[in-house]
């Protein structure tokens, strides 16, 4: 049992009213528990309410962002694949196979 269930027990117990909602990551994901004592059957006290607000903007943005980087590695997957159908090197940074073959006799590589 987690610590809110605990104090929620405990103010059941000791006669204690009290108002509580849970939120979760998804917009489904709301619990709401209550316990009103006998003592305060005729004052109102108020449930918690709660109002999720989205930055529309800010959401449009984290899209967008999120598409052009899928875009980038789809065009990254692309040029890799297509090098390796004509056998080009694809690694970003390696020169021909001349280069590399100097590079590896300069520090003492078999290649």
């Not at 987690?2 to 104090?7: A, F, G, I, P, T």
């Not at 909602?21 to 709660?50: R, W």
């Not at 980087?69 to 020169?95: A, H, I, R, V």
């Amino acid at each position: 049992m987690d610590l809110l269930q605990e104090c929620m027990i405990e103010f059941m117990e000791k006669d204690i009213t009290y108002r509580a909602m849970y939120l979760g990551e998804n917009i489904e994901d709301i619990e709401e528990n209550s316990y009103t004592s006998p003592k305060d059957n005729k004052k109102f006290i108020p449930y918690p309410s709660i109002t999720r607000e989205f930055d529309e903007e800010e959401d449009e943005r984290q899209l967008n962002q999120y598409l052009k980087e899928n875009e980038n590695k789809k065009d990254e997957e692309m040029e890799m694949m297509s090098k390796l159908e004509t056998g080009e090197p694809y690694f970003q940074g390696f020169g021909s196979s001349n280069e590399m073959d100097s590079a590896g006799e300069r520090w003492g590589l078999d290649t």
